[in-house]
Each structure stands twice: as structure tokens, then as C-alpha cells.
């Protein structure tokens, strides 16, 4: 069941009680700054419009399609550099925490505190950045690409590695080359263990003994369907069987005797050694390169183009992008061989992008309803558990989309009345200061615990361009002031980016 926007306000006063003439807010900025602000990030923080106002829209976008040109706070910096695990290697990790998985009770349950301490400073990592970094467009960004190469954090080693996988094979790749996004990812540990490729085995081969029996599809059909050519990108079961067989012997070491930190491993003796044809191309048997080989074939693939410039025109444009737009998408990655910047520059450019029957119109699925509220109020956040907990209510844990597709950004996935229910709840709890945003995460008796202040409904409404309908203007403006802010949260307009 879908529900109206109209009904949401309606629905919070229910939630909330009575209505009371209040104050007025003031006028709303242009249109345009609060798009180029809502789709190029996670939503203004205080005093956003104001600065994009005086830099100007065009070096706005200039700016975030170069992050490096940004720089960040100290706080920010220094918050995250007390996360000790966010910088340890894959086999670093291994090495401290993997013993969890071979411990007998009761040592286990005790050791599994600490990888839950992996998997928390993960989440704060991401969290910390998207709520307070000013190179918002880069975060955007890790949030649509770990999305498309999806990993599990609940499926065994990958509860250790999910962190370092965002941190080596996403993040440095995001506005770069997406070939290189591409391979960083299938060297990674964590997404050969999760898509199995680790005991992918040529049958036959030298090492074809115990776990490594035979051919494992899995991954080879997931680096087509969904990281490249798309499911209608014209290949074969038999292409599927070819790239199975290139990547065999692909995988990852976890010994001691692993010379480097990355984990990635290139068995020879579990290889297919013979020639291959893969897409019409044929492919020397040769050992590791063969899968270089495959990799340069599908990210020049017409398809791929196609693939990823349609799931970049949804994400910022529309749940049902223009063919026009994905079609121009398409070209200029094609002419880039895949920059994902110039690709990224040509969309917030484009006609179809400052169309104004796509202002306001995309549904933010929670992790953006839950990091832009938190910009909003400019509310600092030392305690990430209750926004944590927030996205499992809400059916989007971090880190916690199980199967490869990752999850969705449009509105029929996530427009339904038990969410809506859960998002006014949040709304109430976050705009009172209930959420204890501020609480230490591991508290003691000498970090005393506290609530965050209310937040204060007219400055809200100013961050935000009080870019409300006249209902909902008409009802914040007639309600209690201590309600003010929870209904600005909760309203139709703050639903939309």
C-alpha cells in the first residue's frame, strides 16, 4: 500500500496533538540552490544556501566534482582517527580478530565483542562523513557505488572486512575511472569471500582438493548482471561459464605467510590454464592477466555504459530517468572510457537535471531521510548507535543489504505506511533531543549521560529555504512551538531530495 504525501502532515498531527497560531518564517531562497544542494548531497546544513548562494551554482558544482579542493574540519578529522580499526588492512584484520570464528565458548561470545567493535567503528565512519563532511558530493558517491558493488557485512569473514573494503575498493574510486573502481573491487577480499569466488577451482587443476572441488558461477554472473552489462546486456550462459573459468584460482590468502596487507591472492595451481572466448573475444590462457583482459572488455562495453548511466540518471534525477538523458550519459562515458566525473559534470549540466518537474520529486530512502535530518539540525554527534538503530527499524541497516543488488533509491521500494510511521517517530524523537545523539558509545560513570537540546523550528525552516507548501506552512505555523520542528521533519517536502 502506498501512501499520499498530502496524508503525512495529517498523519504527525494525529501523532503529535493540537495546533496553535504561531510565527512566520522567512522567504524561500531559489528554487535551483535547494535542488543543486539536495541532489549534489545529503541536504543542507545551517547556513548551506547562504554559502552556495554567494559561491554560485556553477562553482558549487565545480567544487564537489573536486573534493580534494574541500577541505575538512579537524574535528571531523581528528573523530576519525581515533577509529583504529578504519585503517587496518584486510589481513591486518584477519590476523587480530579472525580467531573469533575458530574460539570454543565461552572465549567466543567474548571475542565477538570485538568484532562487533569492527563492524560499529565501520558504521561511525560512514556516518561521521555523511552527516559532517563539507565534500558531501564524495559521500554521495560511496553511498550509490557500495550500493552497485555491494557486500554483506553479515556473511562470515566480511563482518571483519566490510570497513577496509569501503575504504580501499570504493571510496578512493568514486569520481575517478571506472575500470579502476571495477578491478579494485574484484581484488578485494571481502567481495571475492562474499561472492565465492575464493573457492572458485579449474576441476582437475593441481589444486582441486578439499574445499576447491570445481567451477563457482556466482561471482562471474554478478560481475555481468549487476556491476556491468546490466541483465539485458546481451550475454550468454556460455560467457557466464568463460568468465567463471578466467577467474579461477582468484581469490585471497589469510596465512601468516601473506607478504602483503591487501589479502588478494592468484592461485596458479586452481587456474584454467586453457584458452577461452569470452563475449566474442577470445582470451589466451595465461593466468592472472586473463582476468585484466576480461575486465578492460566489459568496462568498455557499450551495455555497461548504458548500465551505470542509467543508474546514475535515477539516483540523481528521476525514478524513471529520460532515454535522452541516459542515452547522452552513455556517450560521454563512452568517450571518457568511463571518467566517472566528466560523466557526473555532463548530468548536472544537462537540461533534464534543472528540469523543474524533477525539482523535490526523488523519495529519500533511509539513509539519506535519517543523514539529512541530522544535517539539518546541525545537531554534533558523538553517539551513532541511536541513528544506527534507526536505519535496522527502518530496513536499511548499513552494511546489512544481503543480497548483491544492493538497495534501492526509488520511491516504491520505500513508500509505505509502516515506514512512514517509523519516520515521524524519528522525526518526534530527533527534533525533542531524545535521540541522546550526544551519549559517549561506551559510557562510564564519569561521561554523564545527556539529551540534546530541542531543536529550534525557525532556524530548521531557514536551513531548509522553508521551501514548504502552503499547507504545511499553514500547519507549522499553527502549531505549538515545541512542535514545530518535529512537524518540519516529519512533513511531505522533508520526505523529498
Keep these: 500500500?502506498?501512501?499520499?504525501?498530502?496524508?503525512?502532515?495529517?498523519?504527525?498531527?494525529?501523532?503529535?496533538?493540537?495546533?496553535?497560531?504561531?510565527?512566520?518564517?522567512?522567504?524561500?531562497?531559489?528554487?535551483?540552490?535547494l535542488h543543486v544542494i539536495n541532489r549534489l548531497s545529503?541536504?543542507?546544513?545551517?547556513?548551506?544556501?547562504?554559502?552556495?548562494?554567494?559561491?554560485g551554482i556553477e562553482n558549487y558544482i565545480k567544487s564537489q566534482l573536486s573534493p580534494d579542493s574541500i577541505p575538512e574540519p579537524q574535528s571531523l578529522?581528528?573523530?576519525?582517527?581515533?577509529?583504529?580499526?578504519?585503517?587496518?588492512?584486510?589481513?591486518?584484520?584477519?590476523?587480530?580478530?579472525?580467531?573469533?570464528?575458530?574460539?570454543?565458548?565461552?572465549?567466543?561470545?567474548?571475542?565477538?565483542?570485538?568484532?562487533?567493535?569492527?563492524?560499529?567503528?565501520?558504521?561511525?565512519?560512514?556516518?561521521?562523513r555523511a552527516t559532517q563532511s563539507p565534500r558531501q558530493l564524495q559521500e554521495v558517491m560511496v553511498d550509490f557505488w557500495y550500493n552497485h558493488f555491494n557486500v554483506y557485512a553479515g556473511k562470515g569473514l566480511d563482518r571483519l572486512w566490510i570497513?577496509?573494503?569501503?575504504?580501499?575498493?570504493?571510496?578512493?574510486?568514486?569520481?575517478?575511472?571506472?575500470?579502476?573502481?571495477?578491478?579494485a573491487t574484484a581484488r578485494h577480499p571481502a567481495m571475492l569471500f562474499y561472492l565465492d569466488n575464493w573457492q572458485n577451482t579449474a576441476p582437475g587443476s593441481p589444486g582441486a582438493r578439499g574445499r576447491f572441488q570445481g567451477i563457482n558461477e556466482n561471482y562471474a554472473r554478478e560481475l555481468m548482471e549487476l556491476h556491468t552489462l546490466g541483465v539485458d546486456g546481451g550475454y550468454t550462459q556460455q560467457d557466464v561459464v568463460a568468465l567463471a573459468r578466467i577467474l579461477t584460482g582468484w581469490g585471497f590468502r589469510?596465512?601468516?605467510?601473506?607478504?602483503?596487507?591487501?589479502?588478494?591472492?592468484?592461485?596458479?595451481?586452481?587456474?584454467?590454464?586453457?584458452?577461452?572466448?569470452?563475449?566474442?573475444?577470445?582470451?589466451?590462457?595465461?593466468?592472472?592477466?586473463?582476468?585484466?583482459?576480461a575486465l578492460d572488455i566489459l568496462a568498455r562495453s557499450p551495455a555497461t555504459a548504458h548500465h551505470i548511466s542509467y543508474q546514475l540518471a535515477q539516483?540523481?534525477?528521476?525514478?524513471?530517468?529520460?532515454?535522452?538523458l541516459v542515452k547522452r550519459l552513455q556517450e560521454r562515458f563512452l568517450a571518457t572510457n568511463g571518467n566517472i566525473r566528466e560523466v557526473l559534470n555532463t548530468l548536472f549540466h544537462s537540461p533534464e537535471f534543472w528540469d523543474t518537474s524533477n525539482f523535490n520529486t526523488k523519495f529519500k530512502t533511509p539513509y539519506q531521510y535519517v543523514v539529512s535530518g541530522i544535517r539539518a539540525t546541525g545537531i554534533k554527534?558523538?553517539?551513532?548507535?541511536?541513528?544506527?538503530?534507526?536505519?535496522?527499524?527502518?530496513?536499511?541497516?548499513?552494511?546489512?543489504?544481503?543480497?548483491?543488488?544492493?538497495?534501492?533509491?526509488?520511491?516504491?521500494?520505500?513508500?509505505?505506511?509502516?515506514?512512514?510511521?517509523?519516520?515521524?517517530?524519528?522525526?518526534?524523537?530527533?527534533?525533542?533531543?531524545?535521540?541522546?545523539?550526544?551519549?559517549?558509545?561506551n559510557p562510564t560513570k564519569n561521561n554523564q549521560l545527556s539529551r540534546n537540546q530541542p531543536v529550534d523550528a525557525l532556524q530548521l525552516a531557514n536551513t531548509l529555504g522553508n521551501s514548504f507548501s502552503k499547507k504545511t506552512q499553514t500547519a507549522i505555523a499553527s502549531s505549538p512551538p515545541q512542535l514545530r520542528a518535529a512537524l518540519i521533519l516529519g512533513s511531505p517536502e522533508f520526505m523529498y531530495r
Design 315 to 324: 539516483y540523481f534525477v528521476s525514478d524513471r530517468p529520460p532515454e535522452t
Design 1 to 33: 500500500m502506498i501512501v499520499k504525501p498530502k496524508y503525512l502532515v495529517v498523519s504527525l498531527f494525529i501523532l503529535l496533538g493540537g495546533i496553535y497560531p504561531s510565527d512566520a518564517v522567512s522567504t524561500p531562497p531559489d528554487p535551483k540552490i
Design 254 to 293: 589469510r596465512d601468516r605467510q601473506t607478504s602483503t596487507g591487501s589479502g588478494f591472492y592468484f592461485d596458479p595451481k586452481r587456474h584454467d590454464f586453457s584458452d577461452k572466448v569470452f563475449l566474442g573475444h577470445t582470451i589466451k590462457g595465461s593466468g592472472e592477466a586473463e582476468v585484466e583482459q
Design 381 to 441: 554527534v558523538e553517539n551513532f548507535t541511536p541513528l544506527a538503530n534507526t536505519l535496522k527499524q527502518l530496513g536499511m541497516p548499513l552494511y546489512g543489504c544481503q543480497t548483491p543488488d544492493g538497495y534501492k533509491n526509488t520511491q516504491e521500494a520505500w513508500l509505505n505506511p509502516d515506514a512512514m510511521t517509523r519516520r515521524l517517530n524519528f522525526a518526534t524523537a530527533l527534533a525533542s533531543g531524545r535521540l541522546r545523539l550526544a551519549m559517549p558509545l
Design 163 to 183: 570497513g577496509v573494503y569501503e575504504q580501499e575498493a570504493i571510496r578512493p574510486y568514486v569520481l575517478g575511472s571506472f575500470r579502476d573502481l571495477l578491478e
Design 77 to 128: 578529522t581528528n573523530q576519525l582517527s581515533q577509529l583504529e580499526t578504519l585503517n587496518m588492512s584486510p589481513v591486518e584484520l584477519y590476523r587480530e580478530y579472525a580467531p573469533v570464528f575458530k574460539a570454543q565458548q565461552p572465549a567466543q561470545q567474548a571475542l565477538h565483542g570485538k568484532v562487533r567493535l569492527v563492524i560499529q567503528q565501520a558504521v561511525q565512519a560512514r556516518l561521521l
Design 42 to 55: 545529503f541536504g543542507p546544513r545551517p547556513g548551506d544556501v547562504a554559502k552556495v548562494k554567494t559561491l
